[in-house]
């Protein structure tokens, strides 16, 4: 289902929002829904978004590759970020929309694969971009400025990281909090926000697992690193059973593991992907220092040489100050009504995010923006979530709650009660 006629808010109304302001975010929606890029490779994007900015009359520059950054100035008063993520992910779009997306990239290995939104993140450039607009027309309903950072990369946790590490905070007026939100398959007009801890820390780690290769008849002459492997994946799961408190929480997972040619030869090395998530520094410390001495103690038991870890991508905490998030909370039920924000638990999703506001040791907010009409939810249909090749956000009330809530939250802090 999606519907045709103008979804509003009382919010958007006072701001001047007309049939044509909403004909255009969805112009934007259905334009970058069509041409995702891969993460680190937003170059079209970039473009595309740094030219709008600049038709709006922000300040607009480039950020950490691909990332850009849009300044609007209205006078004195508070700075506040706000964040959208511009990646898209390698996945042959499924959805069999009008606007699917049939782009492709190429992974950093040289593997050419499809490439789609299919993280929604094509409805948070629009709503951030709409945002700016509105802002940017309405000076008299607040003060400040107001700093949108589209990060690219998120999927990879490479680009918050980017964008710091080439001067973000130098170059953009510095933020007293920072804001963010994501797409997610929940009822769409409805939002889902935490206070205090949101999402959860993740590590991923490549285990190179040593042994020595041998024929399948000489076992003898061998160390096996497909048995050795084995072992390691088995016991480390005892970390959470036997070494975490039961009251804290923590995931492992192991996604990969390979190894071998052919059945009768044992093979010289095997390789497995882990990753590990979990809500408290001490827990993260505690479960990583614990895989090392597992895996380094396995490979000893079996006489093997040390296994080598390389660290593929690591995920800050998403904390939601619970002051800021308090604020936000009562700004976007104020938008929205009571009913439509919930307040939930964290979850063992992930999200680089939080860097951007810990570089500079400010609080950040993030909260979650449903995509599903209520009816299907209720009919309890399957309905395919992000990351997924059917992954389809209704682009209404969607677009128009994601833009509700952005403007709603950057008003919480800057606004002059004198719209409209
Ligand atoms: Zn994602
Ligand atoms: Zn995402």
New binding site residues.
């Given amino acids: 289902m999606s519907t045709t006629a103008l979804h509003t808010t009382a919010l958007l109304d006072s701001l001047g929002y007309s049939d044509a302001d909403r004909q255009k975010l969805h112009e934007t929606y259905r334009y970058l829904h069509a041409h995702p890029e891969l993460s680190m490779q937003e170059t079209e994007t970039a473009a595309f978004l740094q030219a709008r900015l600049e038709e709006l009359g922000l300040e607009a520059f480039g950020c950490g590759g691909t990332g850009v950054v849009g300044v609007l100035r209205n006078g004195d008063g508070p700075v506040v970020g706000y964040r959208a993520d511009t990646d898209g ?1 390698p996945i042959g779009e499924n959805t069999g929309l009008e606007y699917a997306s049939t782009a492709t990239g190429t992974l950093e290995d040289g593997t050419a694969v499809p490439v789609m939104h299919g ?1 929604g993140h094509d409805t948070h450039m629009s709503v951030a971009l709409a945002a700016a607009e509105l802002l940017a027309r309405n000076t008299d309903a607040w003060a400040g400025t107001v700093v949108f950072l589209f990060q690219p990369g ?2 990879t946790a490479a680009g918050a990281k980017a964008m710091v590490a080439d001067g973000l905070w130098d170059r953009a007026p510095k933020p007293e909090v920072i804001y963010g939100q994501h797409v997610w398959p929940g009822v769409a007009g409805g939002i889902e926000i935490s206070s205090g801890t949101a999402m959860a820390m993740a590590d991923s780690w490549r285990v190179t697992v040593l042994g020595r290769q041998a024929h399948g008849s000489q076992p003898e002459k061998s160390i096996d690193p497909i048995v050795l492997g084995a072992h390691m994946i088995v016991r480390i799961q005892t970390i959470l059973g036997r070494e975490v408190p039961a009251r804290e929480a923590a995931v492992i997972t192991v996604g990969t593991f390979h190894g071998g040619l052919k059945e009768n030869i044992i093979p010289g090395s095997a390789e497995f992907t882990l990753n590990v998530r979990s809500f408290e520094p001490a827990v993260r410390e505690q479960v990583l220092g614990a895989l090392r001495r597992i895996i380094a103690a396995e490979a000893a038991a079996s006489g093997a040489p040390e296994p080598v870890i390389e660290e593929i991508s690591s995920f800050p905490r998403c904390y939601n100050e619970p002051a800021a998030a308090a604020e936000v909370l009562t700004a976007l039920r104020g938008a929205l009504g009571e009913e439509a924000v919930r307040e939930v638990p964290p979850v063992m999703g992930s999200e680089d995010f939080g860097l951007l506001a810990e570089a500079i040791g400010v609080p950040s907010v993030y909260w979650m923006f449903g995509s599903t009409a209520a009816e299907r939810l209720e009919a309890g249909e399957a309905v395919a979530g ?2 997924s090749p059917e992954f389809a956000p209704e682009p209404e009330p969607t677009l128009g709650t994601g833009l509700t809530a952005a403007l709603a939250a950057i008003l919480g802090r800057t606004g002059t009660g004198q719209q409209g």
Avoid: I, M, P, Q
């Fill in positions: 992910l993280c998120e999927e992000n990351h």
